[in-house]
């Protein structure tokens, strides 16, 4: 795979058309699974991890449904391409920054992909944009059903599917979506929520996962444990959270816009005049700011601006992604100047045919 011709496109779970996509950035799910005949990844040899990628690389390219995959030798990428793949989501940041022999098989529409020694064997992860988990858990249960024709599963009759992390051990599935919040940021109601589905079992992470920071306003609401409980529960406890987390930003935005419309307005048009006039921008600030403009979209603050194109600015400026398209390595200061150059470039292109509603 090239992955410069990957960085000029969108991935599927970025188009910004699946169910709740004004709120909903897409929904995943990841099995972890690991192979019988092997030990757990972290008392592997470098001779178990290279046997293991041989031996599910082989199974994979045997079979007809996985035929149009491509296959990423992870250990041989520069740091700045394994950077790339993270921000992508196509891989974990675990599986950037691991040892030894490893890769990823990735759909060429980016709908799933499957991670080979990272924290477990083989990681499976299918993504899809909006609120959609049924489909989603539909094409990676086939997906799992066609892996375990070719290879034995380490299984136990009691515990079910064995995991390197307890939290994992069961049906080793991990439900996550990917919210927007931005106006529960703004009335400063996200922490009580937050708090609320603690109470419930439920994760909140970051962008990247587990162990990342909050940026933009999104957030990764997902199960902890997966234990004694079948692959319906786990969907059906996310599934009944998430319109709920839905309802609750909705009701934030419509009080913003009845009690302080002037203040929405000024706070989307500044973040909108920033990032088209900007010469040098951080990633972070750019985050902040895109979210702005995405709710002022969202809410007909700011006409002719497309959430496809808002939502690929998010992952084309950062860092990697901002070199793999320029061609070259970038220190930060090059960077930010760069990332300056291509949100003006995007964001007003057509001559200022962006206009923002009186």
């Known amino acids: 795979m090239n992955l410069e011709d990957l960085a000029s496109r969108c991935g599927e779970w970025l188009r910004g058309s699946g169910p709740e996509s004004d709120i909903v950035i897409s929904s995943r799910i990841r099995l972890a699974r690991n192979l019988a005949d092997f030990p757990f990844i972290r008392k592997c040899t470098e001779a178990d991890r290279g046997k293991i990628v041989d031996s599910l690389r082989g199974r994979l390219e045997s079979a007809d449904y996985f035929k149009d995959l491509s296959y990423v030798d992870v250990e041989s990428l520069a740091d700045v ?15 950037a920054e691991g040892g030894g022999p490893r890769g990823v098989a990735i759909d060429p529409n980016e709908k799933f992909s499957l991670m080979l020694n990272e924290e477990d064997h083989l990681r499976v992860q299918v993504m899809t944009s909006g609120l959609d988990l049924d489909s989603v ?39 996550s979506v990917m919210l927007h919040l931005p106006a529960l940021v703004i009335t400063r109601q996200i922490e009580k929520v937050f708090r609320s589905l603690q109470k419930i079992s439920l994760a909140v992470r970051g962008v990247y996962g587990e162990g990342s920071q909050p940026m933009g ?17 786990l969907i059906e406890q996310v599934a009944e959270v998430v319109p709920v987390m839905i309802d609750y930003e909705r009701r934030a935005r419509e009080f913003l816009v009845k009690e302080s419309e002037k203040d929405l307005h000024d706070r989307v048009s ?6 088209c006039t900007a010469q040098t921008i951080s990633s972070e600030e750019t985050m902040m700011l895109l979210s702005s403009v995405r709710m002022g979209v969202n809410l007909g603050l700011i006409q002719d601006v497309a959430i496809p194109t808002i939502n690929q600015l998010f992952i ?26 291509y949100l003006q470039r995007h964001l007003r292109r057509g001559d200022n045919d962006s206009s923002e509603k009186n």
């Open 217 to 233: 306003d999104f957030y990764q609401i997902s199960n902890q444990i997966t234990l004694g409980r079948t692959e319906k529960d």
């Open 316 to 341: 084309h400026t950062q860092p990697a992604h901002l070199q793999k398209l320029r061609g070259i390595e970038l220190d930060t200061a090059d960077r930010n100047a760069e990332r300056a150059t």
């Open 81 to 95: 391409d394994r950077q790339f793949l993270v921000e992508r989501q196509l891989i974990s940041r675990e599986l």
């Open 137 to 175: 858990w539909q094409q990676i249960d086939r997906i799992d059903d066609l892996v375990e024709e070719q290879v034995t599963y380490a299984f136990h009759e009691s515990l079910g599917y064995l995991t390197a992390c307890p939290t994992n051990v069961g049906t080793g599935m991990r439900v």
């Open 270 to 275: 500044r973040a909108y005049g920033i990032l």
